[in-house]
């Protein structure tokens, strides 16, 4: 794809996108309406976000979807999401460093074994 053709397909992106969070646009019409897939539209809203500083919100709860973000509002809730999401990723990429790589299976079926008795004892 020439980077004329990805210019074009960005900002027909940003053109479909409605002021404001209350009719947001799917992601799977945007993807249509593109003729690309979800993930490659995910990526291309980081990087206008990121590259171009396109203020795109996103909602996660019906109707979810993306939209331009006009006010603080609007800002706040599309941040919320994204920090919750990132300190839940911190917290996996921590819990990965403290796993010890020789003992974690011993530990694992210790721990499956005294499950498997408990629900054995209470059945």
């Known amino acids: 794809?020439?980077?004329?053709?990805l210019t074009d397909q960005?900002?027909?992106l940003v053109a479909m996108?409605?002021?404001g969070a209350e009719q947001p646009v799917s992601i799977s019409?945007?993807?249509t309406r593109l003729?690309?897939?979800?993930?490659t539209i995910t990526a291309w809203v980081a990087?206008?976000?990121?590259?171009?500083?396109?203020?795109?919100?996103?909602?996660?709860?019906?109707p979810s979807g993306y939209y331009l973000i006009t006010s603080d509002e609007e800002r706040n809730n599309?941040?919320?999401p994204l920090t919750a999401q990132a300190l839940e990723e911190l917290k996996r990429a921590e819990k990965l460093r403290s796993?010890?790589?020789?003992t974690w299976r011993n530990n694992f079926n210790d721990n499956k074994k005294s499950s498997h008795r408990g629900s054995i004892e209470h059945a």
């Open 35 to 39: 003729n690309t897939n979800k993930r």
């Open 47 to 62: 990087f206008l976000i990121n590259h171009k500083g396109v203020p795109i919100g996103s909602r996660r709860s019906a």
């Open 17 to 19: 996108l409605p002021e």
């Open 99 to 102: 796993i010890d790589l020789h």
């Open 29 to 31: 019409e945007i993807a």
């Open 10 to 12: 960005l900002e027909q």
């Open 78 to 80: 599309a941040i919320a």
């Open 1 to 5: 794809m020439s980077e004329e053709t």
